[in-house]
């Protein structure tokens, strides 16, 4: 007898979410979590600094196209970090998985996602979650110039918000002066062969990423996106192609949340980006994208918030991509 198993199932939503329960958990995390006020709002700019402390969202997309949304889900702030995972999906696309490997790592850091820093050995910047990657791989993108570049961005990342996307003008001018840390970081990359002369076109397309404007509703699409195998389920629009899913899933795994993505991978289990605005997305495999945004920052530069609802919504769907016991028998994480 052949078995044929069908890898393409999830795991068996052993504690399914329904769509009567989410609502009321959402409802309960948020208010939960409100008035908690630990962390502090990125300062290094004035745009981010004038973020309201009190602002907070969680919102589901599921890979059926509901939606589930609680506190400010139509609040906008710039992308920041988040825009790394897309990005990297593009370089991907434009020169296929050896070609991007070749000029970026796939190793966490343990570092600061700032940290100027390379492979000793490689001189690759170490994974494309952080800014020095995220920079090789911006430095990537097919164009012809500065605007054919910055169009076929924001025409990528229309295919996962589902509308026309906008930067923050104010936001990119301001990281685009102060961002000496991110051009010296480009420099030592130029120096090592990893990214090509056009250094400052390639930091204005990494400025410019950073200042997308979405709310925290666009950004558990994009989340659901990815677990959709790369299809927008609102749209139904292909936003990446489905065989480079994995490889940005896996960086997100064990890169995404900076110098915590290990405790986060032990206590969340799954694929999710951060960034310095707040937001965090989370990836549920064949299931759900989920985002929050919250801009009180811990110290690592994740949202505070954020990281507490989502450990809390993992534990309590049995969400962790390796979790196989049954919800009478799990065992709690006590902080
Ligand atoms: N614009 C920020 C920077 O380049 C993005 C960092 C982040 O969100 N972690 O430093």
Redesign the pocket.
Known sequence: MTLTPDLRSPQPADTPISSDLLPSVLEELHTQHQSLRSGKIADYIPELAKANPDWFSICVTTVDGQQFAVGDAEQRFTI??ISKVFVYGLALEDHGRDRVLAKVGVEPTGDA??AIVLDEQSKRPYNPMV?AGAIATTSLIKGHGATDRLNRMLAMFERYVGHEPYLDMPTFMS?RTT?HR?RAMAHLMLNFGMIDEKIDEALDLYFQQ?SLLVDCRDLSVMAATLANRGVNPLTNVQAVSACYVRDILSVMYTCGMYNFAGEWAYKVGLPAKS???GGIIVVVPDRMGIAVFSPLLDAR?NSWRGVKVCEELSQRFGLHLFECAPPDSRCNHSD
């Open positions: 920041q970090s996602f700032n800014n990281e961002g991110n950073c960034g310095v605005s530069g």
